[in-house]
Protein backbone atom coordinates (compact mmCIF):
# COMPACT_ATOMS: atom_id res chain seq x y z
CA UNK A 1 0.00 0.00 0.00
CA UNK A 2 2.67 2.52 1.17
CA UNK A 3 4.57 1.82 -2.34
CA UNK A 4 1.10 2.52 -4.42
CA UNK A 5 0.68 5.98 -2.29
CA UNK A 6 4.59 6.92 -3.24
CA UNK A 7 3.57 6.10 -6.89
CA UNK A 8 0.73 7.82 -6.74
CA UNK A 9 2.11 10.76 -5.76
CA UNK A 10 5.18 10.60 -8.53
CA UNK A 11 2.65 11.05 -10.87
CA UNK A 12 0.28 13.20 -9.72
CA UNK A 13 0.13 16.33 -11.82
CA UNK A 14 2.12 19.45 -10.22
CA UNK A 15 -0.36 22.13 -9.02
CA UNK A 16 -0.74 24.87 -11.53
CA UNK A 17 1.29 27.66 -9.87
CA UNK A 18 -0.89 30.81 -8.78
CA UNK A 19 -1.07 33.73 -11.27
CA UNK A 20 -3.02 36.90 -10.16
CA UNK A 21 -4.49 38.84 -12.94
CA UNK A 22 -4.16 42.07 -11.46
CA UNK A 23 -0.19 41.71 -11.45
CA UNK A 24 0.74 40.21 -14.61
CA UNK A 25 4.26 41.61 -15.97
CA UNK A 26 3.08 43.97 -19.50
CA UNK A 27 6.55 42.59 -21.13
CA UNK A 28 8.43 39.27 -20.66
CA UNK A 29 11.33 38.39 -22.78
CA UNK A 30 12.29 35.29 -23.06
CA UNK A 31 16.54 34.00 -23.24
CA UNK A 32 15.51 30.43 -24.54
CA UNK A 33 19.00 28.79 -24.03
CA UNK A 34 19.99 24.68 -23.92
CA UNK A 35 18.79 23.34 -27.07
CA UNK A 36 22.00 21.63 -28.01
CA UNK A 37 22.62 20.13 -24.46
CA UNK A 38 19.17 18.93 -24.42
CA UNK A 39 20.01 16.83 -27.74
CA UNK A 40 23.80 16.07 -26.71
CA UNK A 41 22.43 14.31 -23.50
CA UNK A 42 20.20 12.58 -25.67
CA UNK A 43 23.55 11.67 -28.51
CA UNK A 44 21.06 13.78 -30.97
CA UNK A 45 22.62 16.30 -33.46
CA UNK A 46 21.90 19.49 -32.20
CA UNK A 47 19.21 20.64 -34.82
CA UNK A 48 17.22 17.86 -33.02
CA UNK A 49 17.42 19.93 -29.94
CA UNK A 50 16.27 22.94 -31.83
CA UNK A 51 13.26 21.03 -32.97
CA UNK A 52 12.07 20.09 -29.98
CA UNK A 53 12.41 23.52 -28.47
CA UNK A 54 10.76 24.96 -31.14
CA UNK A 55 7.50 23.10 -29.96
CA UNK A 56 8.15 24.79 -27.19
CA UNK A 57 7.82 28.46 -28.35
CA UNK A 58 4.53 27.18 -29.81
CA UNK A 59 3.38 26.68 -25.99
CA UNK A 60 4.59 29.34 -24.56
CA UNK A 61 3.14 31.39 -26.72
CA UNK A 62 0.02 29.97 -26.70
CA UNK A 63 -0.09 30.41 -22.24
CA UNK A 64 0.87 34.31 -22.86
CA UNK A 65 -1.57 35.12 -25.23
CA UNK A 66 -3.90 33.13 -22.88
CA UNK A 67 -2.88 35.12 -19.61
CA UNK A 68 -3.18 38.27 -21.55
CA UNK A 69 0.61 39.06 -21.32
CA UNK A 70 0.53 42.41 -23.68
CA UNK A 71 4.22 41.32 -25.22
CA UNK A 72 6.50 38.57 -25.43
CA UNK A 73 10.21 38.98 -26.77
CA UNK A 74 12.29 35.61 -27.82
CA UNK A 75 15.86 35.38 -28.53
CA UNK A 76 15.98 33.31 -30.87
CA UNK A 77 19.48 34.16 -33.08
CA UNK A 78 22.34 36.58 -31.41
CA UNK A 79 24.49 38.11 -33.95
CA UNK A 80 27.14 36.05 -31.74
CA UNK A 81 25.57 32.26 -32.98
CA UNK A 82 26.98 33.09 -36.68
CA UNK A 83 30.38 31.38 -35.11
CA UNK A 84 28.39 28.06 -34.83
CA UNK A 85 29.14 25.55 -37.04
CA UNK A 86 27.32 26.07 -40.64
CA UNK A 87 25.36 23.34 -40.49
CA UNK A 88 23.76 24.34 -37.29
CA UNK A 89 23.26 27.56 -38.52
CA UNK A 90 21.81 26.48 -42.09
CA UNK A 91 20.06 24.15 -40.30
CA UNK A 92 18.24 26.89 -38.00
CA UNK A 93 16.90 29.48 -40.64
CA UNK A 94 15.31 26.03 -42.23
CA UNK A 95 13.53 25.55 -39.20
CA UNK A 96 12.90 29.07 -38.66
CA UNK A 97 11.37 29.27 -42.09
CA UNK A 98 9.08 26.09 -41.52
CA UNK A 99 7.91 27.27 -38.42
CA UNK A 100 6.54 30.68 -39.86
CA UNK A 101 5.06 28.81 -43.05
CA UNK A 102 3.05 26.37 -40.18
CA UNK A 103 2.22 28.32 -38.00
CA UNK A 104 1.94 32.02 -39.52
CA UNK A 105 -2.06 31.42 -40.33
CA UNK A 106 -2.97 29.88 -36.83
CA UNK A 107 -1.09 33.05 -35.12
CA UNK A 108 -2.92 35.74 -37.40
CA UNK A 109 -6.24 33.71 -36.56
CA UNK A 110 -5.05 34.18 -32.46
CA UNK A 111 -4.55 37.93 -32.94
CA UNK A 112 -0.61 37.46 -32.64
CA UNK A 113 1.30 40.99 -34.10
CA UNK A 114 4.96 39.80 -35.29
CA UNK A 115 7.77 41.75 -35.24
CA UNK A 116 11.65 41.40 -35.30
CA UNK A 117 14.73 42.99 -34.37
CA UNK A 118 17.90 42.37 -35.59
CA UNK A 119 19.71 42.63 -38.54
CA UNK A 120 17.23 40.72 -40.88
CA UNK A 121 19.53 41.68 -44.33
CA UNK A 122 22.41 39.02 -42.84
CA UNK A 123 20.09 36.06 -42.86
CA UNK A 124 19.53 33.61 -45.54
CA UNK A 125 16.91 35.37 -48.29
CA UNK A 126 14.08 32.31 -47.86
CA UNK A 127 14.29 32.89 -43.72
CA UNK A 128 13.65 36.85 -44.51
CA UNK A 129 11.04 36.49 -46.60
CA UNK A 130 9.15 34.57 -44.30
CA UNK A 131 9.69 36.61 -41.56
CA UNK A 132 8.78 39.63 -44.03
CA UNK A 133 5.62 37.70 -45.28
CA UNK A 134 4.79 37.92 -41.03
CA UNK A 135 5.72 40.71 -40.63
CA UNK A 136 2.72 42.26 -42.91
CA UNK A 137 0.21 39.67 -42.52
CA UNK A 138 0.19 40.35 -38.61
CA UNK A 139 0.77 44.26 -39.15
CA UNK A 140 -2.81 45.06 -38.41
CA UNK A 141 -3.41 42.31 -35.10
CA UNK A 142 -4.11 43.84 -31.56
CA UNK A 143 -3.41 41.10 -29.42
CA UNK A 144 0.00 39.42 -28.44
CA UNK A 145 2.75 41.78 -29.35
CA UNK A 146 4.94 38.49 -30.47
CA UNK A 147 8.93 40.14 -31.12
CA UNK A 148 11.35 37.93 -32.41
CA UNK A 149 15.28 38.73 -31.54
CA UNK A 150 16.81 37.33 -34.96
CA UNK A 151 20.76 38.31 -35.59
CA UNK A 152 20.28 40.57 -32.98
CA UNK A 153 23.01 42.11 -30.78
CA UNK A 154 21.82 44.67 -27.56
CA UNK A 155 25.20 46.06 -28.06
CA UNK A 156 25.42 46.49 -31.73
CA UNK A 157 21.56 48.28 -31.25
CA UNK A 158 22.76 50.90 -28.66
CA UNK A 159 26.08 51.84 -31.04
CA UNK A 160 23.57 52.52 -33.89
CA UNK A 161 21.21 54.13 -32.07
CA UNK A 162 24.67 57.01 -30.60
CA UNK A 163 25.71 57.13 -34.36
CA UNK A 164 22.32 58.31 -35.38
CA UNK A 165 21.89 60.75 -32.53
CA UNK A 166 25.66 62.15 -33.76
CA UNK A 167 24.90 62.03 -37.51
CA UNK A 168 21.08 63.84 -36.97
CA UNK A 169 23.19 66.66 -34.61
CA UNK A 170 26.15 67.19 -36.91
CA UNK A 171 23.54 67.76 -39.89
CA UNK A 172 21.38 70.13 -38.25
CA UNK A 173 24.74 71.66 -36.31
CA UNK A 174 23.69 71.12 -32.95
CA UNK A 175 24.92 70.11 -30.32
CA UNK A 176 24.70 66.56 -29.44
CA UNK A 177 22.54 65.64 -26.62
CA UNK A 178 20.75 62.35 -25.01
CA UNK A 179 17.69 61.82 -23.07
CA UNK A 180 16.74 58.66 -21.88
CA UNK A 181 13.33 59.26 -24.35
CA UNK A 182 15.29 60.04 -27.39
CA UNK A 183 16.98 57.61 -27.51
CA UNK A 184 14.74 54.62 -26.87
CA UNK A 185 13.26 56.24 -29.61
CA UNK A 186 16.62 55.41 -31.50
CA UNK A 187 16.74 51.39 -30.48
CA UNK A 188 15.06 48.40 -32.08
CA UNK A 189 12.71 48.25 -29.57
CA UNK A 190 11.11 51.45 -30.36
CA UNK A 191 7.36 51.21 -29.09
CA UNK A 192 7.73 48.13 -26.96
CA UNK A 193 7.79 48.82 -23.15
CA UNK A 194 10.88 47.61 -21.80
CA UNK A 195 10.34 44.04 -20.28
CA UNK A 196 9.72 43.45 -16.62
CA UNK A 197 10.27 39.77 -16.54
CA UNK A 198 13.51 38.30 -18.42
CA UNK A 199 13.28 34.54 -18.27
CA UNK A 200 16.12 32.56 -18.64
CA UNK A 201 16.84 28.63 -18.86
CA UNK A 202 19.68 26.20 -18.59
CA UNK A 203 20.89 27.92 -15.33
CA UNK A 204 22.98 30.53 -17.19
CA UNK A 205 23.27 33.60 -15.49
CA UNK A 206 24.03 36.34 -18.17
CA UNK A 207 22.19 38.60 -20.65
CA UNK A 208 24.13 37.54 -23.46
CA UNK A 209 23.77 41.04 -25.19
CA UNK A 210 19.95 40.96 -25.20
CA UNK A 211 18.01 43.96 -24.01
CA UNK A 212 20.85 45.70 -22.55
CA UNK A 213 19.62 49.10 -22.14
CA UNK A 214 16.01 47.95 -21.64
CA UNK A 215 16.55 45.71 -18.97
CA UNK A 216 17.35 48.25 -16.83
CA UNK A 217 14.98 47.35 -14.32
CA UNK A 218 13.86 43.74 -14.85
CA UNK A 219 13.33 41.22 -12.79
CA UNK A 220 15.23 38.13 -13.58
CA UNK A 221 13.96 34.70 -13.29
CA UNK A 222 16.54 31.76 -14.01
CA UNK A 223 15.36 27.85 -13.95
CA UNK A 224 18.05 24.91 -14.52
CA UNK A 225 15.51 23.44 -17.07
CA UNK A 226 16.66 22.90 -20.67
CA UNK A 227 14.33 25.31 -23.07
CA UNK A 228 13.05 21.98 -24.82
CA UNK A 229 11.53 20.53 -21.17
CA UNK A 230 9.95 23.98 -20.43
CA UNK A 231 6.76 23.85 -20.66
CA UNK A 232 3.57 26.32 -19.48
CA UNK A 233 3.28 25.74 -15.63
CA UNK A 234 7.25 26.98 -15.72
CA UNK A 235 5.76 29.97 -17.54
CA UNK A 236 3.11 30.19 -14.77
CA UNK A 237 5.93 29.72 -11.97
CA UNK A 238 7.69 32.30 -13.34
CA UNK A 239 4.84 34.94 -13.67
CA UNK A 240 3.92 34.32 -10.17
CA UNK A 241 7.38 34.46 -8.81
CA UNK A 242 7.42 38.02 -10.16
CA UNK A 243 3.90 39.01 -8.92
CA UNK A 244 6.08 38.33 -5.02
CA UNK A 245 8.57 40.54 -5.79
CA UNK A 246 8.24 44.06 -4.12
CA UNK A 247 9.58 45.99 -7.12
CA UNK A 248 10.82 49.85 -6.32
CA UNK A 249 12.85 51.04 -8.96
CA UNK A 250 15.60 52.75 -6.40
CA UNK A 251 13.09 53.75 -4.23
CA UNK A 252 11.61 52.28 -0.35
CA UNK A 253 8.56 50.17 0.04
CA UNK A 254 5.94 52.69 1.75
CA UNK A 255 5.18 51.08 5.49
CA UNK A 256 1.84 51.30 6.42
CA UNK A 257 1.37 54.34 9.15
CA UNK A 258 1.78 53.67 12.70
CA UNK A 259 -1.56 54.19 14.45
Known sequence: MISSFRKLLRTAPKAEPDV??????????VIMDGNGRWAQRRGLPRIAGHRAGAKVVRDVVETAATLGIGYLTLY???????????????????????ILRAELDELHRSNVKITVIGVLDEVSAGTRAQFEKAITQTAANTGLNLTIALNYSGRADIL????????????????????????SLRLATTGTPDPELIIRTSGEMRLSNFLIWESAYAEFWVTDILWPDFKANDLRSAISAFQSRDRRFGG???EPSAR
Not at 20 to 29: F, M, N, V, Y
Request: no cysteine.
Open 20 to 29: KSGRLPTHIA
Open 76 to 98: AFSSENWRRPKDEVSGLMRLFEE
Open 160 to 183: KAVNQVVEEAAASGQTVQFTEESF
Open 252 to 254: LTE
